[in-house]
C-alpha cells in the first residue's frame, strides 16, 4: 500500500461518516441489511464494503472497511455481542489515543483504538475525530 497521508485518512472517515447517515446505521444490527454489499466512491476513490466475521469467544463481529486499489486505510470493526469496537486506521502518522500493531515497507502505521461500546454513536464520534485530524 502506497503511504496513506492523515489528509487521506480525514477524507475518507468524512466518507464513511455520510454512508452511516445517508444508509441511516443507528445499530450494528442496521448493517444487517448491507451484508456482503460494496458501495462506490468516486472521492477519494474507493469503495464501501460490510461483512460479518467470527471474533472473539465465539461471537461474531461487523466489519465496515473502506478499501482502495492500495488495501484498505480504514476499518471499522464492531461486536455487539461483547459490547466493544475498533477503528483502525493505516498511514504515514501516528494518531493519539491509538495503538500501532504493524508497519510496511511505505512507511505506513497500522494502528488501532479501541472503544468501550459497540454504539454507532461512539464511533461516529471518532470518525468524526479523524475527519477534523487533516
Known amino acids: 500500500m502506497p503511504t496513506v497521508t492523515k489528509k ?4 475518507i472517515a468524512k466518507v ?6 445517508d444508509q441511516k446505521i443507528e445499530s450494528a ?3 444487517d441489511k448491507m451484508l ?10 474507493g469503495q ?10 465465539g461471537t461474531e ?9 492500495a488495501g484498505i486505510p480504514l476499518e471499522i470493526v464492531m461486536n455487539n455481542e461483547i ?9 504515514d502518522f501516528i494518531l493519539l489515543g491509538y495503538e500501532a500493531f504493524m508497519g510496511d515497507a511505505f512507511g505506513n502505521v497500522a494502528q488501532a483504538k479501541r472503544l ?19
Do not use: H, M, W
Open 8 to 11: 487521506e485518512i480525514s477524507k
Open 16 to 21: 464513511v461518516l455520510k454512508f452511516l447517515g
Open 29 to 31: 444490527q442496521d448493517l
Open 36 to 45: 456482503s454489499k460494496t458501495f462506490d466512491f468516486k472521492s477519494p476513490e
Open 48 to 57: 464501501i464494503s460490510v461483512i460479518k466475521r467470527p471474533s472473539n469467544f
Open 61 to 69: 463481529a461487523y466489519k465496515v472497511s473502506y478499501t482502495t486499489s
Open 83 to 91: 459490547g466493544y469496537s475498533q477503528v483502525i486506521c493505516k498511514g
Open 116 to 134: 468501550d461500546s459497540a454504539a454507532i454513536s461512539e464511533i461516529k464520534s471518532e470518525l468524526e475525530t479523524l475527519a477534523e485530524s487533516s
